[in-house]
């Protein structure tokens, strides 16, 4: 899969990102250390990007197990995830509501692509790495 991001979508993700961050392009799949909801296996696509510092135990990372080279930095994704996305996806921002999106030639894959940072705190003590499907 190629992964392609706008100069908008650089400049919008630019405002959540500090210096040493691994960008992370998660699908809420309840695996992996961000999982919101233990039921978050879903009928529409749930991808959002997360910032997580740098110093964030890269242990708990390996589900993000695929890498995508981008002006941004490195992106990281579950290799599982990919199979929701067509083989060339753009992150464009929007125009009307401003909202990012991840696109193809196929259209719209995932609308109002939420940008969070962690605070490691946060999840201190969760163990939710699993690798389980839905």
Do not use: W
């Not at 919008?12 to 040493?20: D, F």
């Amino acid at each position: 899969m190629k992964l392609t991001l706008t100069p908008e979508a650089i400049e919008k993700l630019q405002t959540k990102m500090q210096k040493g961050d691994y960008i992370l392009l998660d699908y809420e799949d309840a695996t992996g250390p961000f999982v919101d909801s233990a039921a978050s296996c879903q009928l529409y696509p749930s991808f959002r990007f997360l910032f997580v510092p740098g110093d964030f135990d890269q242990e708990k990372l390996a589900v993000y197990d695929h890498v995508h080279e981008t002006p941004l930095g490195k992106v990281y994704m579950k290799s599982r995830s990919e199979m929701l996305l067509d083989n060339e996806v753009r992150v464009v921002v929007e125009p009307v509501y401003h909202a990012l999106q991840l696109r193809s030639d196929s259209g719209i894959l995932a609308d109002n692509i939420e940008v969070r940072r962690i605070n490691p705190a946060d999840y201190e003590g969760k163990t939710n790495t699993t690798s389980g499907t839905c």
